[in-house]
């Protein structure tokens, strides 16, 4: 019998093959709350539109403007978690940001940005991490399901000993605790949630060759979820007052364990398009922290 190729069958036969494996423990479920608990809209206040009591979010783009979103509170390490349906169609030039954020001059961030692109060509997602002011550390992934067809999670996981990027609990990048190798690490500047859907087509499509076709705006990106469980410390703070104390910080949540390492295996070797460790342009030798994060 044929195996179909198509990136939906692949990954039910990736699942398939390791069902029977001996599985990690996930990041504790999220909590589904209204947008208004946990956050409050920031800019362009009439491109957003709240359904169902506040359960759901819609941000808005058009040719006037973008929009986006913050936390009320900030953050020193925690488990982050939205469910977001992407704009459909030719999104070529649409960029929908959802990220971690400290606000001063050498500041620390720890980004997920979905990269819209033309009609039949697939949606990129990009991850960043900034430490110290520090970025230029992207990683670009295809994704194995249409990401603008219904929603899907999307979660950092971020402690003293590594960060995490989640797709539906599928990992999909870390960023070891390298600071023994002299790389910084994001530990003691408390960081905002932010999310927003902007107009980026001098970069986001093919560096900046495809334009935003204003013809198909309006462009609509949904949220729902909100979760926030981390340790919120005022802006000033250098550490978190229940450090050692929070699920997020256990044992078990240090590192990867093998299945979970299988699977990231799984998305660099099928998904990945672009991988600032490999980049020997950009950086003749490699980043110190890439063979730690087995990215090399």
Known sequence: MAVSSSPWALMALFLMATSTMVMAIPPRKAVDVPFGRNYVPTWAFDHQKQFRGGSELQLILDKYTGTGFQSKGSYLFG?????????????????????????????????????????????????????????????????????????????????????????????????????????????????????????ADDWATRGGLEKTNWANAPFIASYKGFHIDGCQASVEAKYCATQGRMWWDQKEFRDLDAYQWRRLKWVRSKWTIYNYCTDRTRFPAMPVECKRDRDA
């Open 79 to 199: 488990h982050f978690s939205m469910h977001i349906k992407l704009p459909a169609g030719d999104t070529a030039g649409v960029v929908t940001a959802f990220y971690l954020s400290s606000t001063n001059n050498e500041h620390d961030e720890i980004d997920f940005e979905f990269l819209g692109n033309r009609t039949g060509q697939p949606a990129i997602l990009q991850t960043n991490v900034f430490t110290g002011g520090k970025g230029n550390r992207e990683q670009r992934i295809y994704l194995w399901f249409d990401p603008s067809k219904a929603y899907h999670t999307y979660s950092i996981l971020w402690n003293m000993y590594q960060i995490v990027f989640f797709v539906d609990n599928i990992p999909i990048r870390t960023f070891k605790n390298s600071k023994d190798l002299g790389v910084r690490f994001p530990f003691n500047q408390p960081m905002k949630l932010y999310s927003s859907l902007w107009n």
